[in-house]
């Protein structure tokens, strides 16, 4: 157990359907992270969260929104997704934002778009 | 930006045999090489790290070198164990706030019992 959570674990939505991921984070951190993990290829950063405040957007979708209301809990709004958007989405948190602090990572949402 | 290779993509060795796997990066200002290992239905859990000032990193069965001048990094893991097996990444960083960790592609690690 790392102390970062995510709900749900298993998601599957149609094209059309809106639905939201959620991560909690329990170990006190400043800094919180979306990556999005597709097979054979590395993991890509997508939001990053640095007290409430988003620090980093790696030119994600508008289908993709994130929110942050308090340094303990992300969420990724989903909405019109498309099937090469199925993947495992990562919640990740760190003391500070920036390289050399360890980022700790939740077990993921396994979601699959129709 | 920075690029991190990691090569093979996949190993398999026998119990009780050793493991590396290499990592190359391409900006010189990185200094931050982290490892993390990610077991099947699990996130990815950091198991060691260098930075640039130091050479070699050992953490009982698990060890990680770094070559600045040659911009690679590797890991090593001796005596393998059935439950080393997973997928391992490597990523590169600076230390600066705000700086962003990339990730290598990953390498799935199989030990034969």
């Known amino acids: 157990e790392t102390g970062v959570t995510q709900t749900p674990r298993h998601l599957v939505m149609g094209m059309t359907n809106k639905k939201s991921l959620k991560c909690e984070q329990h170990?006190?951190?400043?800094?919180m992270y979306w990556y999005k993990q597709s097979a054979k290829k590395p993991l890509e950063l997508m939001f990053v969260?640095?007290?409430?405040?988003?620090?980093e957007n790696n030119s994600v979708p508008s289908r993709f929104s994130p929110e942050c209301p308090n340094s303990s809990h992300l969420f990724l709004h989903l909405h019109t997704l498309q099937p090469e958007d199925s993947a495992l989405y990562l919640c990740a948190s760190s003391q500070n934002p920036g390289g050399p602090d360890t980022q700790y990572f939740g077990p993921g949402t396994r979601l699959t778009v129709l | 930006g920075e690029n991190v290779e990691q090569h093979p993509s996949t190993l398999s060795v026998q119990e009780g045999d050793s493991a590396v796997i290499k990592c190359t990066y391409s900006d010189s200002a990185s200094n931050y090489f982290p490892w993390y290992k990610q077991e099947l239905g699990k996130g990815p859990q950091l198991i060691i790290d260098?930075?640039?000032?130091?050479g070699e990193k050992k953490d009982q069965r698990i060890a990680v070198t770094l070559n600045k001048t040659a911009k690679h990094f590797s890991l090593h893991i001796t005596e393998t164990q059935p439950e080393d097996s997973a997928v391992y990444f490597c990523?590169?960083?600076?230390?600066?706030?705000?700086?962003?960790?990339?990730f290598g592609k990953g390498i799935t690690l199989s030990v034969r019992p």
């Open positions: 260098i930075r640039s000032n130091v």
């Open positions: 170990l006190g951190h400043n800094a």
């Open positions: 969260y640095s007290l409430e405040e988003r620090v």
């Open positions: 990523a590169a960083s600076q230390t600066g706030a705000n700086s962003k960790l990339t």
